[in-house]
Every structure is written in structure tokens, then in C-alpha cells.
């Protein structure tokens, strides 16, 4: 069951290089995690591997199989070796936290259409969106706790330059 991942790579046909093993490694390592998230493992672990290299590479084994490549709407592609299996994914729509889920079928497709209109199905795509554990235990944002998530989205662009922008129109209006 444990094969070694050259050998589970000469299997699927995929040639063994030093980058698409530390690849897999990090998905292995880190389940849901974006291209990045997999680049910066990589980087960690292996040292220089461009982007490109990196999706490359996820592409190269999600197209084999060895991993599973889940992509929800409005965020980027997410990469786990969890395969073979029907299980689905619960996501929090306020931090994207990604947790797995069993199917309560277990085969796919586990939903079954109205009308299948002639089509074969083969699979239907669940993901479960609301909010995870973490998120319901925060108290509800007020007002006087904005300072509290500041410092965290404070890194965001939009809101930088906002206020750059604003100040300096603010400034603006004030010149003669
Ligand atoms: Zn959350
Ligand atoms: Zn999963
Ligand atoms: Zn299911």
C-alpha cells in the first residue's frame, strides 16, 4: 500500500524528477493547500523551483491521479493526495479553512438528478460552504473591536492604498 513515490510515480507513467517528489511531498504534507502554499514547501525543502515548475507539476499528477485537485469558486485551486475515494469538503466562507468530509454515500455520484437528461453521470461535485468552529467562537465584530482585525488585513492592498489615496486627496483639496 505504501509504495515509495518513485516507484508509485513509474507506475502512473510519470517520470521521477527531484521536483515533482518534493511536490508531492507537500501536498502530502499539507492537504488543501494552494499552488503557493505547495511552492513554499518546495522552497523549504528543495530550494529554487519557479511557479511554473510548480503547477507543472500539479498538473502532471493530478492528471494521473496521484492527487486531487478541488477547485472552489471564488478561490484559488486547492491540492490534496487524498484519492480514490468520494469524500468531500467543508468550507468556511469567513477564514476558507478546508476540512474533509466523508461522503454519507461513499460512491460517486452520490446525488442523483431530477432528470439526467440521457447523460451518464460519473460525479457530483459537493462542497459544503458555511462557517467552521473557529469563526462561531469569535464574538460577533462590533464597532469598538475593528482595531482587533486591523492589523491582520492591514497587509491587504486595497486598504493601504485606500487610505493613501484618501489622504492625499485629502491633502490635495487643501493647496491652493
Ligand atoms: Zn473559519
Ligand atoms: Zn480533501
Ligand atoms: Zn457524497
Not at 108 to 135: K, M, N
Not at 154 to 175: E, I, M, V
Request: proline share 6%; glycine share 10%; with cysteine.
Amino acid at each position: 500500500m505504501h509504495d515509495n513515490p518513485a516507484d508509485l510515480f513509474r507506475r502512473h507513467g510519470i517520470q521521477v524528477t527531484a521536483q515533482r517528489l518534493a511536490v508531492l511531498a507537500a501536498v502530502a504534507g499539507r492537504p488543501h493547500g494552494t499552488a503557493d502554499d505547495v511552492a513554499t514547501a518546495v522552497r523549504a525543502g528543495i530550494g529554487a523551483i519557479s511557479r511554473q515548475a510548480v503547477y507543472d507539476a500539479l498538473g502532471t499528477l493530478a492528471e494521473k491521479g496521484l492527487i486531487r485537485c478541488i477547485q472552489p469558486a471564488g478561490s484559488p485551486a486547492r491540492y490534496e493526495d487524498r484519492t480514490g475515494d468520494n469524500h468531500h469538503h467543508l468550507i468556511c466562507r469567513t477564514c476558507g479553512r478546508m476540512a474533509d468530509v466523508d461522503c454519507a454515500v461513499g460512491a460517486a455520484p452520490c446525488l442523483t438528478p431530477a432528470d439526467a437528461s440521457g447523460y451518464e453521470i460519473d460525479e457530483a461535485e459537493v462542497i459544503y460552504w458555511g462557517r467552521c468552529h473557529e469563526c462561531l467562537a469569535k464574538p460577533p465584530s462590533r464597532p469598538g473591536k475593528e482595531e482587533k482585525t486591523g492589523p491582520a488585513s492591514r497587509g491587504a492592498h486595497g486598504r493601504d492604498d485606500g487610505s493613501l489615496n484618501r489622504a492625499t486627496a485629502h491633502g490635495r483639496k487643501h493647496r491652493p
